[in-house]
C-alpha cells in the first residue's frame, strides 16, 4: 500500500505519531477510494488516543492553523493540497430515541466496528513498524470487488442505532453504482420508521447527493423499495401506479420521473434542474382525470405542479430562494416547448416563451427534451426532430427580437411623463398593450416603435401627450 501513500504528509505524521508513542492510521474514505481509484483529498487520520491533542503536534510541525471542535472530539487542518481531519478511536454506544452516540475511548478494532460500511472501515497503518499495511477485518476489499454495500456488524443494530446510515446506504450504492446487500436492505426495510429521529436537513442533504450521482434512480428505486421514500417525500411515491378504466391506462409517473431525471443528469450536474426532472409531473395525482372520449388526462398539472413547489421545499428544508424558484418556473413551463413541437410554430408563441422562461431557457429545452420517454421510436425521434426546429426558432426570434430577459423599451415613469399623469390604471394598461404588441409582433421592440404605439393607444384613453420623451 506504500505506493498509494505518495503525499508527503503521510510520512510527516508517521514520524509525530512514532515519537509520540501512539498508533495512527489513514481510515475511511481516503483508503476506499484508493481501490475505487479516485483522487481524494480529503484524509482521516484516527488516533488510538488523543486525536485532538495529537492534531495540535501535527499542526505546530506542519506549521497549519488547526480547526478543533471539542463536541466532536476532532480537529481539522489544511497542509498543501488536501485537509485532514483527526479523530481518537472510539466505540460508541446508542439510545433509542437519539442517533448521536454514548462515546468512549476505544481501539483500532473498536472504531472499525462502529463505521458505517466495510468500504469505509479499512484502515493504513502510519506507523514506521507497519507502515503502509492495510488493515480490512470485514472483506471491505472483496465487497469493493463484488460491487456491495454491507454493513461490518448486524445491519439491523447499525441502523437502528444511526438511521441516518440508511440513507447514505443508498447514496453510496447510487453514487458508485453499487448493490445493497441483501441482509442490509431487508434491515432498512424493517427499520425505515427510526428514519423519523433524523433530522430534515440531514435527509435532504442525503437526498441531494442522491440526486447528483451518475444514474439517479438507482437510489431512487432503493428508497421507494425500502419504503424510505414514502416516510419522506411522500408526494413523490404517489405518482406511482397505473389505473385502467374501460381498458385504458396511463403510464406510471413514478418510474417516467425517474426515467426523465436519468435523462438529465446525462447532460447536466445542476441540481436544481434534477429537482425540476423530480417534480415536473409531480400535481399529475392531483389532476387526474378519466374522460371517456380522451382516456386519462392531467389537464392543468403544471400549474399545480408549480404552486406546490414552495410546500415541498418547505418540506425538505431546501432554499426557499432563486433556486425553488427556477424549479417553480421549469414545473410551470414544462409542457410549452412540448406544445410547440407539436404544432405549426409561430413567433408569437416563441416570443412568448422567450419572455417566460428568460435566462433559463437552455434549461428548460433540457428539461423538455429528458422529458420525451416515449417507447415508440416513430414518436421520440419525430418530437425530437421538432424540439431541434423549436431550438433554430427560438434562436432566430431572439436575435432578431431580442426578447429574453426583456425590459420594456417604455417605462411606466415614461409614460406618466409623455400625458402629464400620476401612476394609475391607464399607466398599467398602456404597459401591457405594448408587452402584448411586440410579443404578438405588431410592433418591434425597439423604444421608436413602442413610443409610437403609446402614444396611439393614450389617445383611445383620452390622453394626449404634453411631453416628447423622445427628447
Same mark, same amino acid.
Given at each position: 500500500m506504500e505506493h498509494y501513500l505518495q503525499h508527503a504528509v503521510f510520512k510527516k505524521l508517521g514520524k509525530l505519531a512514532d515519537e509520540a508513542g501512539v498508533p495512527i492510521y489513514v481510515i475511511g474514505g481516503f483508503v476506499r477510494d484508493i481501490f475505487l481509484d479516485r483522487p481524494s483529498k480529503d484524509i482521516d487520520i484516527l488516533v488510538v488516543g488523543n486525536g485532538i491533542e495529537f492534531a495540535e503536534r501535527a499542526s505546530n510541525a506542519l506549521k497549519c492553523q488547526l480547526s478543533v471542535f471539542r463536541n466532536f472530539g476532532t480537529a481539522m487542518l489544511r497542509y498543501k493540497d488536501v485537509e485532514i481531519e483527526f479523530v481518537g478511536a472510539r466505540k460508541e454506544s446508542y439510545r433509542s430515541h437519539s442517533r448521536k452516540p454514548i462515546v468512549e475511548n476505544g481501539t483500532l478494532e473498536d472504531d472499525q466496528k462502529r463505521r458505517d460500511f466495510t468500504i469505509n472501515a479499512m484502515a493504513i497503518s502510519?506507523? +514506521?513498524?507497519?507502515?503502509?499495511?492495510?488493515?480490512?477485518?470485514f472483506d471491505g476489499i472483496k465487497d469493493l470487488e463484488d460491487r456491495l454495500i454491507r454493513t461490518p456488524l448486524d445491519p439491523?443494530?447499525?441502523?437502528?442505532?444511526?438511521?441516518?446510515?440508511?440513507?447514505?446506504?443508498? +447514496?453510496?450504492?447510487?453514487?458508485?453504482?453499487?448493490?445493497?446487500?441483501?441482509?442490509?436492505?431487508?434491515?432498512?426495510?424493517?427499520?425505515?420508521?427510526?428514519?423519523?429521529?433524523?433530522?430534515?436537513?440531514?435527509?435532504?442533504?442525503?437526498?441531494?447527493?442522491?440526486?447528483?450521482?451518475?444514474?439517479?434512480?438507482?437510489?431512487?428505486?432503493?428508497?421507494?423499495?425500502?419504503?424510505?421514500?414514502?416516510?419522506?417525500?411522500?408526494?413523490?411515491?404517489?405518482?406511482?401506479?397505473?389505473?385502467?378504466?374501460?381498458?385504458?391506462?396511463?403510464?406510471?409517473?413514478?418510474?417516467?420521473?425517474?426515467?426523465?431525471?436519468?435523462?438529465i443528469a446525462l447532460y447536466s450536474n445542476d441540481l436544481w434542474l434534477r429537482w425540476a426532472a423530480i417534480l415536473h409531473d409531480i400535481a399529475k395525482p392531483a389532476t387526474k382525470r378519466f374522460d371517456e372520449k380522451q382516456g386519462w388526462t392531467f389537464h392543468g398539472h403544471e400549474d399545480r405542479g408549480a404552486r406546490m413547489v414552495p410546500k415541498i421545499f418547505a418540506q425538505l428544508k431546501l432554499p426557499l430562494n432563486e433556486k425553488m424558484k427556477f424549479v417553480q418556473k421549469m414545473v410551470q413551463l414544462h409542457l410549452r416547448p412540448i406544445v410547440l413541437a407539436q404544432d405549426v410554430v409561430t413567433d408569437s408563441a416563441v416570443r412568448r416563451l422567450l419572455f417566460d422562461a428568460g435566462e433559463d431557457i437552455e434549461a428548460l429545452m433540457m428539461l423538455c427534451h429528458a422529458d420525451v420517454t416515449t417507447k415508440n421510436e416513430y414518436?421520440?425521434?419525430?418530437?425530437?426532430?421538432?424540439?431541434?426546429?423549436?431550438?433554430?426558432?427560438?434562436?432566430?426570434?431572439?436575435? +432578431?427580437?431580442?426578447? +429574453?430577459?426583456?425590459?420594456?423599451p417604455v417605462s411606466g415613469n415614461d409614460i406618466m411623463n409623455a400625458f402629464g399623469i400620476k401612476a394609475g390604471r391607464e399607466v398599467g394598461i398602456i404597459k401591457n398593450q405594448i408587452r402584448e404588441a411586440i410579443l404578438e409582433g405588431e410592433i418591434k421592440n425597439t423604444r421608436e416603435e413602442a413610443v409610437g404605439f403609446m402614444i396611439e393607444k393614450g389617445k383611445k384613453l383620452g390622453l394626449l401627450p404634453v411631453n416628447d420623451i423622445n427628447n
Open positions: 502510519l506507523n +514506521r513498524e507497519h507502515y503502509g499495511q492495510l488493515i480490512d477485518p439491523l443494530e447499525t441502523f437502528s442505532d444511526d438511521p441516518l446510515r440508511m440513507m447514505r446506504a443508498i +447514496r453510496f450504492a447510487s453514487q458508485l453504482s453499487f448493490k445493497i446487500d441483501e441482509k442490509a436492505l431487508e434491515a432498512i426495510s424493517n427499520n425505515k420508521q427510526r428514519i423519523s429521529i433524523v433530522s430534515e436537513e440531514r435527509i435532504s442533504d442525503e437526498l441531494n447527493k442522491i440526486l447528483l450521482s451518475p444514474l439517479p434512480s438507482v437510489g431512487f428505486n432503493y428508497l421507494f423499495d425500502t419504503g424510505l421514500l414514502h416516510l419522506i417525500f411522500p408526494q413523490m411515491t404517489e405518482l406511482y401506479g397505473v389505473e385502467y378504466i374501460n381498458g385504458k391506462g396511463h403510464k406510471d409517473n413514478f418510474y417516467h420521473t425517474l426515467e426523465v431525471l436519468d435523462n414518436k421520440k425521434k419525430k418530437y425530437r426532430q421538432n424540439f431541434e426546429l423549436v431550438k433554430q426558432k427560438l434562436k432566430d426570434v431572439e436575435e +432578431r427580437d431580442q426578447i +429574453r430577459n426583456w425590459q420594456p
